[in-house]
């Protein structure tokens, strides 16, 4: 007879392949006509408030991997945190100003168009150009199953938002911490203009390394600063034998140069090199004789550096008389201890340059190319000019030595030209006034770092870095609101002024401040405070973009409904250190007196197979439209959670098909589970937990366990540690243990069995609790397994909207259960290793040909004794016998004796279990165990026919 029909084997509508190609877009497309994220706050309206504040990545281009990371990661945790009883609303952004923008439009009609139009028009492509990137951006990142108000971002260029960033500057001005001055910024030749710190980039470059000659202009001075015998060895050379010694990896910098540094706490001492003397650090001195492969022809004189100060040497070639000044910035880590100092060329030189009253001389005009201030080089490139300074120098005779050097040097972040420092005047945010910087590191120490290393990294940066150039010569932008007085050229900012603009701005855009007559602009009878004057000139210069992002605690937080500053969590990559961590933090204290977030998270940069950075050169870039196109995004999801990315974490196509390996796995295990509730009416069916069978509850607290590791997992930002929990759980604890053992009673029972619904309760819960725990991760899956779950009362439509699954308030299993089940486990572990040994030997085919006999004394030997009509279904053998008698040690348990051996009676043709007691010659069914004859007796018999 066939008895299949009477079997209750898996149904389910639930697919076994996803098909996420197809099926992801139409579940998006469900939960936007049913406002699934307007449902989520709906149903946390009342709950505690978690922000996560979005930082807004830049409208150029379409979404790259690391945009779908950073997008993927924040949506795990709003829709966990959402789940968890919070409210968690997020409003997406974009920053939408700035130079690549520009650039852009720049190259889409060309140099010279670009010229010919007004400053507003280019504005306007620009404006276009962002917001057809942003529609660009969007549409991807939708794809990506995240949740938030998509169709109302926050954008760096909406008037509102221009407006508070005008209002936000005015108050750094009006506190005293804005002031323009000219100094040395770093610039960019092909950008052609200033740089912020975070703007920078540093990669290896060569440059010529020389040592310079400074000669000394009379021995008077030189004589006071050493011993007699020093005063004596001076005697025997002219003036011009006698130099201070100087290194330089930028020859370019020369013709500025307005003086020499030496650190007064170091020792000096004049070397001999035949007939002249060289003067450096004595910290230096060997390194410096080795470098220029010389040996000293006499004794050493001894310098008394106090008395270098303020004496005359002579520029290498140009007719000018350098002092010797002193600045701590001076050290032996490399060069000689001398260094040539250009104000207008180094911050370090500037500071001391103000100090003696130098000039800020910068020869170099915006393309990077020498003006007629240095005579001789004019309409050259610095950076194609060192061999030319060299050349003059060598001539003059003052070339002590050469080489080139590779070292790490700066790069424009956008053109990756290697820039320069240059003074021009420029727009800053002191960080002394107010102690902005030391309030700003008590902030650091108060916050959240994830992980902990972030708050050293940028605490460095902030300890270091100097005043915050915030001006742009540049069109595309927020403008800096200012005027400068016509008479006398004062500069005035914020006050009055700030706010009548603002709120111009606020209906208009900010490029009224362009279109408008200045008079229109200005409040009524605005004089100027240094010479009482009414006429003025509007600021041209633009805002860093680094300011636009950086207000956006003001712009956002703190203007759009449902939303509150300080945020709970800002969430980028570890760039941000330096980037938008770092402005917010700057303005948000100098304004607030506080951080705009209580916790920082950050994650690292996305690497190929090999470990090399992406690159369209390397061919090794990979498109997340690639791989949602042949995987799905969810199989992108589970690989973003599945990597520990608080360091660089890698992608390939091996990586991803892994990735789609682990996917299937958790899915085929939803399946199963699912399709053996297909009949179980879970309101009807329920069984309460005291009321299950043991390994019904050993799964369930096996889950509890499960439950409770993944929280805190979630808790921590650990998501890596979820899908290793996950997987874990799926393969191990299921697939290999409980559902293995678990089949033939869902199986073979009646349908309405108590066994079996004990069985069909666990499973339930078992699915249930997976979707919970899957569905920040996996929501596609997770809403799915959801849908083919059976309905309970007042469940809702979607998986988003219940809570996150939590251990019940009372143990799935009472005291000392879990831990026999576990010794049980190790016994299945053994014997199934034995059973495998005798298949290999063609002893056995099926486990169920296996008669299994026992033997162990103390707690395992008396476990086995207690649970000896349980074995044969733990173990999935026909027949187990517990002894007392000496059996061959197992090879993996000690102390268990084992004896595996082909069992003996008949195989029932329905369940497949060896038994004695098939059949019968008055056997309705002659070929069927006692146990599944009483079964069948119970059923229908349409069901049992031959």
């Given at each position: ?728 759980f799926c393969s191990v604890d299921l697939s290999a243990r409980y559902l293995d053992i678990v089949k033939d009673r869902v199986y073979c029972s009646a349908p309405a069995d108590s066994d079996r619904r004990s069985a069909q309760t666990a499973m339930e819960e078992i699915a249930r609790s997976l979707a919970g725990l899957l569905a920040p991760i996996l929501s596609f899956l997770a809403e799915e397994v959801w849908e083919a779950l059976p309905r309970r009362a007042g469940d809702p439509s979607s998986i988003l909207l219940t809570d996150f699954p939590g251990r019940p308030a009372a143990p799935a299993v009472p005291d000392g ?130």
């Open positions: 007879m066939e008895y299949r029909a009477t079997l209750n084997l898996p149904r389910t509508s639930f697919p076994m392949r996803a098909n996420a190609v197809q099926r992801e877009p139409e579940r998006l497309l469900r939960w936007n006509e049913t406002g699934l994220y307007a449902a989520m706050l709906e149903r946390r309206r009342e709950a505690p408030l978690f922000v996560l504040h979005d930082g807004p990545p830049y409208a150029n281009g379409e979404m790259h991997l690391g945009h779908a990371l950073n997008r993927i990661l924040k949506d795990i945790v709003i829709k966990y945190k959402s789940m968890a009883g919070f409210r968690t609303p997020f409003v997406p952004g974009w920053d939408c100003h700035g130079l690549p923008i520009e650039l852009q439009v720049e190259k889409e009609i060309g140099r010279a168009a670009k010229a010919e139009l007004s400053r507003v028009e280019v504005r306007r492509r620009c404006a276009a150009y962002a917001l057809r990137s942003v529609d660009l951006q969007r549409n991807a990142i939708l794809r990506l199953g995240v949740v938030g108000e998509w169709d109302r971002p926050y954008l760096t260029l909406d008037p509102a938002y221009e407006a508070t960033e005008i209002r936000e500057l005015a108050r750094i001005a009006d506190n005293g911490s804005l002031y323009r001055r000219r100094k040395p910024v770093y610039w960019c030749g092909s950008c052609e203009t200033a740089l912020a710190e975070a703007e920078v980039e540093y990669e290896d470059k060569t440059s010529a390394s020389i040592w310079i000659r400074f000669r000394a202009t009379a021995l008077g001075g030189l004589g006071a600063a050493t011993d007699e015998a020093g005063r004596r060895a001076l005697e025997e050379v002219r003036p011009e034998a006698v130099a201070l010694v100087a290194w330089t990896t930028t020859p370019w910098t020369l013709p500025a140069n307005l003086a020499l540094a030496l650190n007064p706490k170091l020792k000096y001492v004049g070397l001999r090199l035949g007939e002249t003397i060289a003067i450096v650090a004595e910290g230096r001195a060997a390194g410096f004789l080795e470098s220029l492969g010389v040996a000293e022809s006499g004794a050493r004189l001894t310098i008394d550096v106090a008395a270098l100060e303020g004496l005359g040497f002579r520029h290498p070639w140009l007719e000018r008389e350098v002092p010797v000044v002193f600045g701590d910035h001076v050290t032996l880590e490399s060069g000689t201890g001398v260094v040539h100092t250009a104000p207008g060329h180094g911050q370090e030189d500037y500071e001391v340059g103000l100090h003696y009253g130098l000039d800020i001389l910068s020869p170099v005009d915006a393309r990077g190319v020498f003006t007629h201030e240095a005579p001789g080089f004019e309409g050259l490139r610095i950076f194609e000019a060192d061999g030319e300074v060299i050349e003059r120098i060598e001539r003059a005779g003052n070339l002590a030595g050469r080489e080139s050097i590779r070292h790490s040097y700066p790069h424009c972040w956008r053109c990756k030209k290697p820039l320069f420092f240059r003074a021009t005047e420029q727009w800053f945010v002191s960080m002394a006034h107010q102690d902005l910087r030391e309030r700003t590191l008590d902030a650091v120490d108060g916050l959240k770092w994830i992980p902990q290393w972030g708050r050293d990294r940028i605490r460095g940066m902030i300890e270091s870095r100097p005043d915050w150039c915030i001006s742009r010569q540049r069109i595309w932008g927020v403008p800096i609101v200012a005027v400068h007085c016509e008479d006398c050229g004062e500069a005035h900012a914020g006050g009055a002024l700030a706010q009548r603009v603002a709120a111009i701005v606020e209906t208009e855009g900010a490029d009224a401040w362009l279109e408008r007559p200045l008079e229109e602009l200005l409040p009524e009878g605005m004089r100027c405070r240094g010479c009482s004057g009414n006429r003025f000139r509007r600021e041209t210069d633009i805002l860093d973009v680094w300011f636009d992002s950086g207000v956006s605690h003001a712009a956002v937080l703190e203007q759009r409904e449902g939303l509150s500053s300080p945020a709970d969590l800002y969430l980028e990559g570890s760039d941000q250190h330096r980037g938008w961590f770092h402005t917010s933090l700057l303005t948000s204290v100098a304004t607030r007196g506080r951080a705009p977030y209580l916790a920082c998270l950050t994650h690292g940069f996305i690497l190929d197979g090999k470990g090399r950075k992406m690159s369209k050169s390397l061919g090794n870039v990979v498109a997340p439209d690639d791989v949602i196109k042949r995987l799905g995004a969810d199989v992108l999801r589970l690989w973003v959670a599945a990597e520990d990315y608080r360091g660089d974490i890698s992608v390939s196509d091996e990586i991803l098909n892994q990735i789609g390996e682990a996917y299937r796995r958790i899915r085929n295990t939803a399946r199963f589970l699912l399709g053996n509730l297909e009949d179980f009416d879970s309101d009807r069916d329920r069984l309460p937990r005291e009321a299950l069978s043991d390994l019904d509850r050993w799964a369930l607290a096996r889950l509890d366990r499960l439950k409770e590791r993944v929280e805190r997992a979630y808790e921590a930002a650990e998501f890596h540690t979820v899908v290793h929990a996950l997987n874990n259960l879990e831990t026999e089940w576990e010794h049980l486990l190790e016994v299945r572990a053994a014997v199934t290793k034995a059973i495998e040994g005798e298949r290999q030997a063609g002893v056995l085919g099926h486990s169920l040909e296996a008669e299994v006999r026992l033997s162990a004394s103390g707690e395992i030997g008396s476990l086995l004794r207690r649970r000896d009509a349980e074995l044969a279904e733990i173990f999935i053998v026909s027949r187990v016998v517990v002894v007392d008698e000496v059996l061959p040690e197992s090879a993996l348990l000690a102390g268990l004796g084992l004896l595996v051996t082909r069992v003996g009676g008949a195989k029932c043709e329905r369940c497949w279990i060896w038994r004695d007691d098939i059949g019968g010659e008055t056997a309705v069914h002659p070929g069927v165990c006692g146990r599944c004859t009483e079964v069948l007796s119970r059923m229908p018999p349409e069901l049992v026919v031959a």
